[in-house]
């Protein structure tokens, strides 16, 4: 079993800053991909941000220059620092992993997200 914790989510004005942070445990082998998504009411999910155990980087064309997502392999840490939040920022947030279990076959893990809110 593997597990996705989050943290970092709240209510911030706009124009202001929050980080993410997202921690797996469990029973790990390699993770390929970690990432954020986030979902509003009556809207699927969507792609925020991802990174690969390369290093590769995806952005949503909705946050490229205000939010930056980053990991850390060791920790199994994947981080999304959000600034410049805007009120159609405001969402639930959920992290995401695309693991390999120890036979190579590729699962997926989310997380229970985190709700932010942009709001004067």
């Known amino acids: 079993q593997v597990q996705l914790v989050e943290s970092g989510g709240g209510l911030v004005q706009p124009g202001g800053s929050l980080r993410l942070s997202c921690v797996a445990s469990?029973?790990?082998?390699?993770?390929?991909?970690m990432g954020w998504y986030r979902q509003t009411p009556g809207k699927g999910r969507e792609l925020v941000a991802s990174i690969t155990s390369g290093g590769r980087i995806d952005y949503a064309d909705s946050v490229k220059g205000r939010f930056t997502i980053s990991r850390d392999n060791a920790k199994n840490t994947v981080n999304l620092q959000m600034n410049s939040l805007k009120p159609e920022d405001t969402a639930v947030y959920y992290c995401?992993?695309?693991?390999?279990?120890?036979?190579?076959?590729?699962?997926?893990?989310w997380g229970q997200g985190t709700l932010v809110t942009v709001s004067s």
């Open positions: 469990g029973r790990i082998f390699s993770i390929d991909t």
């Open positions: 995401n992993a695309r693991l390999f279990n120890a036979n190579y076959r590729a699962f997926e893990v």
